[in-house]
């Protein structure tokens, strides 16, 4: 069972552009999510999170939107850069005391120059 | 500091051979996780360490894998009997704090079983 979803496999945009990626959780316990961007050849790396006390968490050029009514987080980068371009995960856990991440199946972004 | 490493990188192996992956956490990290990838999923936790005790095991953490963090410092994930569907990078990670300011991974142990 898919407790974290991203429905997007592939993202493409303009270098420039604003790059929106986004996730849906089922499990009500989340209350702490986060992003990792993961290259080839590498593992994932740490991006941004966010708390459920909050709706947005803002690093930069990119910031994650919480809607906890509809159980969805999206994360924006702007402006979208060619170095950008990864597999995006959506991680969630039940609390920031948590051990364990729940992860979706990513969402590959293209910036093209 | 050179961050978690994990060895080796790629692992071909015979099904039902038995294979040991190693990791090295960032030293001042006294939590330790493995994770599995499989083609086209995210990570999937297995199990944690806090030290050298092994505080939490995923159920995909099958009778046949075991693994162990001696001293609190490097851990191995070991399987027995492999089987094709084994086949998947295995991650580990290290944290100081829980999942607060999210998990340094390293680059994975790609096993592919034949």
Redesign the interface.
């Known amino acids: 069972d898919q407790q974290v979803k991203q429905n997007s496999p592939s993202l493409s945009v303009q270098e420039g552009r604003i790059s929106i990626l986004n996730c849906d959780y089922t499990n009500s316990m989340f209350d702490y999510f986060l992003w990792y961007k993961k290259y080839p050849a590498e593992g994932p790396t740490f991006l941004i999170s966010i708390s459920s006390i909050k709706d947005k968490n803002e690093d930069g050029r990119f910031t994650v939107f919480l809607n906890k009514s509809a159980k969805h987080l999206s994360l924006h980068i702007v402006p979208s850069q060619p170095g950008d371009s990864a597999v995006y995960f959506c991680a969630a856990s039940e609390g920031t005391g948590a051990n364990n991440l729940f992860f979706g199946t990513g969402t590959r972004l293209t910036v093209i120059p | 500091d050179t961050g978690?490493s994990q060895d080796p990188r790629h692992k071909i192996t015979k099904r039902g051979q038995n294979v040991t992956f190693r990791c090295d956490p960032i030293s001042e990290h006294n939590?330790l996780?493995w994770y599995r990838q499989t083609l086209?999923?995210?990570?999937?936790?297995l199990t944690?360490f806090?030290n050298e005790a092994q505080?939490?095991k995923?159920r995909l953490l099958s009778d046949r894998f075991s693994a162990e963090r001696p001293k609190g410092s490097f851990s191995t994930l070991e399987i027995q009997r492999t089987e094709q569907g084994d086949s998947a990078m295995y991650?580990c990670?290290s944290s100081l704090f829980?999942?607060?300011?999210?998990?340094?991974?390293?680059?994975?142990t790609r096993l592919t079983v034949v």
């Open positions: 978690v939590r996780y086209g999923q995210g990570p999937e936790f944690y806090q505080l939490e995923s991650l990670a829980g999942v607060n300011y999210g998990y340094t991974f390293g680059s994975g």
